[in-house]
């Protein structure tokens, strides 16, 4: 009874290391991990043992006797990934031994040279901070302390899944264990760069690691983006996860047709929200305001329009899978006989397995159904927003001819990437939308680095992050042992009296464990994993009403701040 793993595989490689007989491939010291969509387990090495269960942060595996029907296919896609593998070496041989990740600080003198232990102050608290504490907190005495600029952690894990993709969301689970580690500190509502700056964290910290990921979308700059009707996709998920800063975006769904330009994994993820049934959608974690305006939304249509071919796909086949077996997903005839086209010179595995799906799609010419549906629509390059007060639709050319095609919308969204924000202080390449560095040490900038999207760029998935955040980690370690970092000018206390001095209403781990409950408890009583808050002053006000510390939580605190 081999383990499959599904389409909600994070890709963070803990079950990798948890594997007794290194059956799950790509790991993170491959070549193909960092380009992987997911991770496969070999169905002839697996014996069975469910340790990659335990260790999955997501629940993404499970033997494959146990797979729901929408999971079937995972058989089969986890087998196809080690035929080649199979057909060349003899059944009893096994694959290469996959590397363990080494103590990134040298024992048994971790303080070296310096006068105290190691100190890092973490700016963000999304996957790349989170899992960048984690390697710091592997060892004895290292202290930690995370700025997060909203009073809730954990970023687009919070607000930028899709709500509807909940077991995605179970690895802040993993977060909330690296959260409660003694040598670990929560300053929520706190941005630096505005109420502290670089110098101000450095000061009483050996370094700092920016973990703010790529906050900005990348725009389509053509006629039209600044009409009423126009947004992105990425501020549409936000709004739907209730992000405080997108509450009160303008979302109009009172027309027939959206669409998408972009097909990624968050076109995917829009379309299918915007075209889901409600009465599901109330049963996750969705925004109230967001499952109101869907309640009444007029959307029978989600055109996803993409410049290139479907060889050209840019979402991940787990996704597509994902989306098939739970929307009604259509093509139109040209982008079938696109499909055709590519099956039959297409040489990729992955690239044949996406078309293979594609081509069993139904007709977008047929009657539509009762349902709402979704239109992958291909070679389609954006020329201008039609309209003149707001949207009313998208002038294409058939990309690669002078054929001119428009369609009608209602509301337009661009999916076509991210783009990091130039960070105080840092030096910047506005081109490539990162900080400059070396492995995750900023060059220019005394006791800096970076972990995630500002560092390597809008690519890979949450679990990514893990090895990336392992390398920041071993170059930051590095320095330290070599001498290279500066020791705090101060006591822990210092920094918390200069913190509460410049924002007084600092959410503290406490503050954010007040909020976390109370949402659950809003959750239970409408049957939903939470109710979140959408408002910072309500959540400022809740982290301030929470229960005063107990005394022998004081006296740890206290502690600490003499060490």
Not at 49 to 69: E, F, K, Q
Not at 403 to 411: P, S
Request: aromatic share 4%.
């Amino acid at each position: 009874m081999p383990h499959v793993i599904t389409q909600s595989c994070c890709s963070d490689g803990s079950c990798v290391y948890a594997c007794p007989v290194n059956c799950i491939h790509p790991s993170p010291d491959e070549p193909e991990f960092a380009s992987a969509e997911m991770l496969y387990i070999d169905p002839v090495a697996c014996v069975d043992c469910g340790a990659c269960v335990s260790a999955c942060p997501v629940g993404a595996i499970a033997p494959d006797s146990r797979l729901t029907i929408d999971q079937q296919p995972f058989i089969a896609l986890n087998a196809l990934f080690y035929e080649p593998v199979h057909a060349a070496r003899p059944a009893d041989k096994k694959l290469p031994p996959t590397s363990k990740l080494a103590p990134v600080i040298p024992a048994p003198e971790i303080h070296g040279n310096h006068n105290g232990p190691l100190t890092v102050a973490i700016v963000g608290s999304g996957p790349a901070a989170m899992y960048a504490a984690d390697e710091l907190l592997t060892q004895p005495g290292v202290r930690v302390n995370v700025f997060e600029k909203l009073p809730t952690p954990y970023g687009l894990v919070r607000a930028g899944v899709a709500p509807d993709h909940q077991t995605t969301k179970r690895v802040t689970k993993l977060f909330d264990r690296i959260a409660r580690r003694r040598e670990f500190r929560f300053y929520l509502n706190v941005e630096v760069g505005d109420q502290l700056s670089h110098a101000d964290v450095l000061a009483h910290h050996h370094a700092v690691i920016y973990a703010v990921g790529a906050p900005n979308d990348k725009r389509l700059d053509i006629d039209g983006m600044d009409l009423p009707g126009t947004n992105t996709a990425t501020e549409l998920v936000a709004w739907i996860n209730g992000h405080p800063d997108y509450v009160d975006l303008p979302v109009d769904l009172g027309h027939e047709r959206v669409i998408v330009i972009g097909n990624g994994n968050v076109a995917l993820d829009v379309a299918r929200v915007l075209t889901a049934d409600p009465d599901e959608l109330a049963h996750t974690d969705i925004a109230d305001h967001a499952l109101a305006a869907l309640r009444e939304s007029k959307v029978r249509e989600v055109v996803v329009a993409a410049r290139r071919g479907p060889e050209h796909s840019a979402f991940t086949l787990p996704e597509l899978i994902g989306l098939t077996s739970s929307a009604e997903v259509v093509l139109g005839e040209a982008d079938r006989g696109a499909v055709r086209r590519g099956l039959a010179t297409a040489t990729d595995m992955l690239t044949k397995q996406k078309l293979e799906v594609l081509s069993t799609l139904g007709h977008a010419e047929n009657p539509a159904m009762s349902r709402a549906r979704i239109r992958l629509a291909y070679n389609l390059t954006p020329q201008r927003v039609l309209g003149q007060r707001r949207a009313s639709g998208m002038e294409f050319a058939v990309t690669g001819t002078d054929e001119v095609q428009t369609i009608d919308a209602g509301l337009v969204l661009t999916s076509i990437g991210y783009h990091g924000k130039a960070i105080k202080d840092l030096p910047f390449d506005d081109e490539a939308g990162v900080v400059p560095n070396d492995g995750g040490r900023v060059t220019q900038a005394e006791g800096a680095y970076v972990a995630g999207w500002i560092k390597r760029g809008p690519t890979g998935f949450i679990g990514t992050n893990k090895s990336c955040a392992a390398q920041t980690v071993q170059r930051l370690v590095d320095d330290y042992n070599a001498g290279l970092l500066r020791d705090p000018v101060a006591k822990p206390s210092a920094l918390d009296r200069l913190v509460r001095q410049r924002q007084p209403q600092i959410v503290d781990a406490k503050g954010w464990r007040a909020i976390d409950a109370a949402e659950i408890a809003r959750g239970e009583v409408a049957d939903r994993p939470r109710v979140k808050f959408t408002s910072v002053a309500d959540m400022v006000e809740v982290a301030a009403a929470a229960p005063a510390p107990s005394l022998r939580s004081r006296v740890v605190e206290r502690i600490r701040e003499l060490a």
